[in-house]
């Protein structure tokens, strides 16, 4: 499996409040999308990605073998838990919160957790397709009927999150799994790369080119060069 990843803070923001992890060797992937207070977002993101290396690190080859959704759902059950402790007790981090999306590949299963509106995609024969659901507002407003889907990019309510890492003691996570075929490519990125470009441009791109070094840095510019509102943070992979 090849590996590309980038972090950039963008055009407009003074800091980076994203983070990211990728462990080769475990086959995990996470991209998390700070938020909150005072350089509260950033100390939520760098929580998120240090707690589960961490956790990741301490399992024993039996953990190991457990079920990819349980590790996942264990990893940020515990970084959720942690966030919140440390907003509890600094009330300067008040409300700090985090998104999370995290892929775990074995064996071409793709497993998925996700909370907030970080996203992941597989690129397969040319298309792409968004497997998980952003926890958003206007999300939700699409579903209640309540706006059209066309409409939700455009919406104020598109970037208030009902769903976040550390806001609460508990967090729902969602999870999807999917099978994996040579060739493909997994893309997780935070709303800074996916707000700026839609599916079908990113498509675009990725059909560019076979080098994910270039495919990478051509989404980012792209992104940048519409506007690079937010911080932009991309992971992409081939099977």
Not at 98 to 113: G, N
Not at 140 to 166: C, F, P, Q, W
Not at 227 to 232: A, T
Request: proline residues 1%.
């Amino acid at each position: 499996m090849d590996t590309a990843y980038i972090s950039d803070t963008g055009l407009l923001r003074k800091n980076n409040e994203d983070h990211y992890l990728v462990m080769d060797e475990y086959g995990l992937f996470v991209v998390c999308d700070g938020m909150g207070g005072h350089k509260g977002g950033d100390v939520a993101s760098k929580i998120a990605v240090n707690c589960i290396e961490k956790y990741m690190l301490n399992l024993n080859t039996d953990s190991l073998s457990q079920n990819p959704i349980s590790v996942l759902n264990t990893a940020i059950n515990k970084a959720n838990r942690l966030i919140w402790s440390q907003a509890q007790e600094n009330p300067q981090w008040h409300e700090m919160g985090t998104t999370i999306t995290a892929a775990m590949i074995r064996k071409k299963q793709l497993s998925v957790a996700n909370v907030g509106d970080s996203s992941l995609y597989i690129f397969r024969n040319g298309k792409l397709k968004k497997t998980t659901r952003d926890h958003t507002l206007a999300e939700k407003m699409v579903a209640d009927g309540l706006l059209k889907n066309e409409e939700k990019k455009s919406s104020g309510y598109n970037h208030i999150l009902t769903r976040a890492l550390g806001i609460q003691e508990e967090v729902v996570i969602d999870n999807f799994e999917y099978r994996l075929y040579t060739g493909d490519l997994i893309l997780l990125c935070s709303d800074g790369l996916s707000d700026m470009l839609d599916d079908k441009e990113m498509a675009t791109i990725l059909n560019q080119d076979a080098d994910l070094q270039k495919n990478i840095k051509y989404l980012l510019d792209a992104a940048l060069k519409k506007g690079g509102y937010d911080n932009i943070t991309i992971i992409l992979l081939r099977i």
